[in-house]
């Protein structure tokens, strides 16, 4: 079965610095998804960024990219100049290209930001 | 994100009593889907339909049934609702087309508390 792990329950980071939130994952299947969600306090999950397996180019959104080791099976988020804004939990997230059912978050990652 | 609303944004109920969640969306997508979120832990899938005919279960779909009236609208029912069944809930849509690699847009959360 397909699990995803945060290992990082909570991590602080300070104004304009940078921050990497690690991830890693479960499976046995060769395409799919990976995402990146954002969920601030008003508990609105925000989609932050998504790669496909396939691609083996990292993507980037902005100040938001991604170190996608598809054989270590890892995909980490990096923020760049952080804001006070970026303060949230971040929840990342795995889904089958064949199995529609099997979207997986992990537990989270709460990311505080010190003005 | 406000093309994918939810109502109620919050509820309290007792034990024993039938509950509804309404979901809408106007992005025009045919995939629909309900979570649960429960502290400390990322969604978990309840149902998805893929479009008006096609509703399936997800990971925990027990206690719950689902409607899809309509393209834009799909309900989550918990017909006698328990203590256990206090979480958020959310709504998502997606896009079939494999260049959106299948991206969720959530609404904004139901918070369900049974008493």
């Known amino acids: 079965a397909q699990t995803v792990t945060q290992s990082q329950p909570e991590m602080s980071v300070q104004e304009a610095e940078t921050v990497t939130l690690s991830c890693t994952y479960d499976?046995?299947?060769?395409?799919?998804?990976l995402f990146w969600y954002k969920q601030p306090p008003s508990r609105q999950m925000i989609l932050v960024i998504r790669?496909?397996?396939?691609?083996?180019q990292n993507a980037t959104e902005n100040r938001f990219s991604v170190n996608f080791q598809k054989a270590a099976k890892s995909f980490s988020l990096k923020i760049s100049d952080s804001q006070l804004g970026d303060a949230a939990m971040y929840f990342c997230?795995?889904?089958?290209?064949?199995?529609?059912?099997?979207?997986?978050f992990g537990s989270g990652t709460k990311l505080n930001v010190k003005p | 994100d406000a093309d994918v609303t939810q109502t109620p944004r919050n509820r309290i109920t007792k034990t024993g009593k039938r509950i509804m969640l309404e979901c809408s969306q106007t992005?025009?997508?045919?995939?629909m889907y309900w979570y649960r979120q429960d502290p400390g832990l990322g969604l978990r899938l309840i149902y998805y339909?893929?479009?008006?005919?096609?509703?399936n279960k997800g990971e925990i779909s027990d206690g719950y049934s689902v409607s899809r009236q309509a393209q834009a609208k799909f309900s989550l029912s918990l017909e006698s609702a328990i203590p256990n069944q206090t979480a958020l809930y959310f709504c998502a849509t997606s896009d079939r087309t494999r260049e959106f690699g299948d991206t969720q847009y959530f609404g904004p959360g139901t918070r369900l508390t049974v008493l």
């Open positions: 790669q496909e397996a396939y691609k083996q």
């Open positions: 339909s893929f479009d008006v005919k096609d509703i």
């Open positions: 992005k025009g997508h045919d995939r």
């Open positions: 997230a795995y889904r089958s290209a064949l199995y529609f059912n099997k979207f997986y």
């Open positions: 499976t046995s299947e060769s395409d799919y998804y």
